[in-house]
């Protein structure tokens, strides 16, 4: 039978799916390039390694937009009681976000860059070549399009029904998302205040704005597997996202630092950055407190395990990797090397990979029509692919951390005689990436185990489908 409170929260499935389609494609092209590392010329005629990285964040940036999107979709009728103002215009939004998507990746790998800005009309409005934000102005428009469409329904919808806490903050973390994207659209010609303001997108979003989406959907699932009260879930997410906009927002200074702004960013960066793991450790507590205070025992346990390992990976990969190049004086040093690469890779993985697997985990079975849980065997495959993920990527993370450390000690801070150029470096760090990329392909397994255990109900979806239609046509009748 059909499990869904409300029917409008189906929209959610398409979103899901093909953020976990973006997924995959996201690994596999850092499979390309971690391989590229090492062994330079590797599918470079075909896939050239500005291509392969281009592709392989912005298929970061976009699948977590389509999880976020599915997220809301999926949690605010619920929380609001509620339909979905317009499950239509969910739906076309998503077709039209998804073949802008597609297409923009496509350019990347069929058309030169430069070809593909002056097809785009980037003389017109220059937007492009800019880490992370390399879409086309076209493409950052249509963005621009879905974002106000989709934070209208999440609107009417919410204005129509129910006000909480949660739905509050997951909206105002989604206006702020659209917000600050605006600034991808200014593109000063100084580099110094270009990449001044290119923060207040990449910064801004992954430590401040993200932050608020990530502790809503959190506080949604804890309520649900735990069935602690409300009020109790909702006085711990008041104080997280408070200590997150106080640390984010002026940690984006350790960013400033050597970008010619003046020195008192350094003091102001490198204190409220140093505070920045607090609302992640707060958020570690809040979780398994939540959890060993339950009341009830929820038969999906791989979706309170994602939810418990977000809490801890995040506060990781955030939080510690973030504080260990964070201070002034230490960035001074491991600015841009390769201990960065160690925080991006688990920071992500932690904070925002994971809890998109989450809400997916928890979701995904009502979706499917099986009931509040997936089998216990398909779940025994999804923690499976859970442990693989995870072990390796702090894997991942130790070895690009060694890599970035014998960086610093080679081309930074050498102990006798003159610094080693860069590509001399990267050399004596060919073992730390042959490691990396074995624990990419351990992490690519681990992803693979995790999609299959959607394989695994496949028998029971299809005879829950039949009987949904067969009831519909008995009411018919």
């Given at each position: 039978m059909n499990t869904l409170k409300f029917q409008s929260q189906s929209v959610a499935k398409p979103y899901f799916i093909f953020a976990l389609m973006l997924f995959t494609g996201q690994i596999l092209f850092g499979l390309i390039m971690g391989l590229q590392y090492v062994v330079g010329d590797f599918l470079g005629d075909a896939i050239p390694f500005n291509v392969a990285r281009m592709v392989h964040t912005n298929l970061l940036i976009v699948w977590l937009l389509f999880g976020f999107m599915g997220a809301a979709y999926y949690l605010v009728p619920e929380e609001a009681e509620t339909e979905l103002y317009s499950p239509k215009?969910?739906?076309?939004?998503?077709?039209?976000?998804?073949?802008?998507?597609?297409?923009?990746?496509?350019?990347?790998?069929?058309?030169?860059?430069?070809?593909?800005?002056?097809?785009?009309?980037?003389?017109?409005?220059?937007?492009?070549?800019?880490?992370?934000?390399?879409?086309?102005?076209?493409?950052?428009?249509?963005?621009?399009?879905?974002?106000?469409?989709?934070?209208?329904?999440?609107?009417?919808?919410?204005?129509?029904?129910?006000?909480?806490?949660?739905?509050?903050?997951?909206?105002?973390?989604?206006?702020?998302?659209?917000?600050?994207f605006l600034f991808s659209f200014y593109n000063p010609s100084n580099i110094a205040l270009d990449k001044f303001f290119w923060w207040f997108v990449v910064h801004l979003w992954v430590e401040g704005v993200w932050e608020l989406i990530m502790g809503a959907i959190l506080a949604f699932i804890l309520i649900k597997v735990t069935g602690v009260d409300r009020e109790v879930i909702e006085k711990w997410l008041y104080v997280i996202i408070a200590m997150a906009l106080i640390t984010g927002i002026l940690g984006t200074g350790h960013h400033f630092y050597w970008l010619t702004t003046p020195d008192y960013w350094q003091w102001i960066g490198s204190i409220f950055s140093a505070l920045e793991p607090l609302p992640f450790f707060a958020m570690v507590l809040y979780a398994f407190n939540m959890v060993n205070r339950r009341r009830r025992e929820h038969p999906n346990k791989a979706a309170t395990l994602w939810a418990l390992g977000t809490a801890v990976m995040a506060f990781l990969g955030a939080g510690v990797w973030g504080f260990l190049h964070t201070l002034a004086p230490v960035n001074y040093f491991t600015h841009g090397t390769q201990i960065t690469?160690?925080?991006?890779?688990?920071?992500?993985?932690?904070?925002?990979?994971?809890?998109?697997?989450?809400?997916?985990?928890?979701?995904?079975?009502?979706?499917?029509?099986?009931?509040?849980?997936?089998?216990?065997?398909?779940?025994?495959?999804?923690?499976?692919?859970?442990?693989?993920?995870?072990?390796?990527?702090?894997?991942?993370?130790?070895?690009?951390?060694g890599a970035g450390i014998l960086q610093v000690w080679l081309q930074r801070m050498p102990e006798t005689g003159e610094a080693l150029g860069f590509m001399a470096t990267q050399d004596k760090l060919a073992i730390f990436y042959w490691l990396r990329e074995a624990a990419g392909v351990v992490f690519m397994i681990g992803l693979l185990t995790y999609l299959s255990n959607f394989l695994v109900d496949r028998k029971k979806v299809t005879v829950s489908n039949s009987q949904i239609n067969k009831d519909a046509l008995q009411a018919d009748a």
């Amino acid at each position: 039978m059909n499990t869904l409170k409300f029917q409008s929260q189906s929209v959610a499935k398409p979103y899901f799916i093909f953020a976990l389609m973006l997924f995959t494609g996201q690994i596999l092209f850092g499979l390309i390039m971690g391989l590229q590392y090492v062994v330079g010329d590797f599918l470079g005629d075909a896939i050239p390694f500005n291509v392969a990285r281009m592709v392989h964040t912005n298929l970061l940036i976009v699948w977590l937009l389509f999880g976020f999107m599915g997220a809301a979709y999926y949690l605010v009728p619920e929380e609001a009681e509620t339909e979905l103002y317009s499950p239509k215009l969910a739906i076309a939004l998503f077709w039209i976000f998804a073949v802008a998507g597609t297409l923009t990746v496509l350019g990347y790998l069929l058309v030169p860059y430069s070809t593909l800005a002056h097809m785009t009309g980037n003389d017109i409005l220059p937007t492009m070549g800019r880490e992370f934000l390399e879409q086309p102005t076209i493409t950052k428009i249509g963005i621009v399009v879905v974002c106000l469409g989709f934070l209208f329904n999440l609107g009417m919808t919410i204005l129509k029904g129910r006000k909480t806490v949660v739905n509050l903050v997951l909206l105002t973390g989604l206006i702020g998302l659209a917000v600050f994207f605006l600034f991808s659209f200014y593109n000063p010609s100084n580099i110094a205040l270009d990449k001044f303001f290119w923060w207040f997108v990449v910064h801004l979003w992954v430590e401040g704005v993200w932050e608020l989406i990530m502790g809503a959907i959190l506080a949604f699932i804890l309520i649900k597997v735990t069935g602690v009260d409300r009020e109790v879930i909702e006085k711990w997410l008041y104080v997280i996202i408070a200590m997150a906009l106080i640390t984010g927002i002026l940690g984006t200074g350790h960013h400033f630092y050597w970008l010619t702004t003046p020195d008192y960013w350094q003091w102001i960066g490198s204190i409220f950055s140093a505070l920045e793991p607090l609302p992640f450790f707060a958020m570690v507590l809040y979780a398994f407190n939540m959890v060993n205070r339950r009341r009830r025992e929820h038969p999906n346990k791989a979706a309170t395990l994602w939810a418990l390992g977000t809490a801890v990976m995040a506060f990781l990969g955030a939080g510690v990797w973030g504080f260990l190049h964070t201070l002034a004086p230490v960035n001074y040093f491991t600015h841009g090397t390769q201990i960065t690469a160690a925080h991006g890779h688990m920071a992500f993985y932690g904070a925002y990979v994971m809890i998109v697997l989450t809400i997916i985990s928890f979701a995904m079975p009502k979706l499917r029509g099986i009931g509040e849980s997936s089998s216990p065997k398909a779940q025994v495959v999804e923690m499976w692919g859970f442990w693989l993920m995870t072990i390796s990527m702090v894997f991942i993370t130790l070895f690009l951390t060694g890599a970035g450390i014998l960086q610093v000690w080679l081309q930074r801070m050498p102990e006798t005689g003159e610094a080693l150029g860069f590509m001399a470096t990267q050399d004596k760090l060919a073992i730390f990436y042959w490691l990396r990329e074995a624990a990419g392909v351990v992490f690519m397994i681990g992803l693979l185990t995790y999609l299959s255990n959607f394989l695994v109900d496949r028998k029971k979806v299809t005879v829950s489908n039949s009987q949904i239609n067969k009831d519909a046509l008995q009411a018919d009748a």
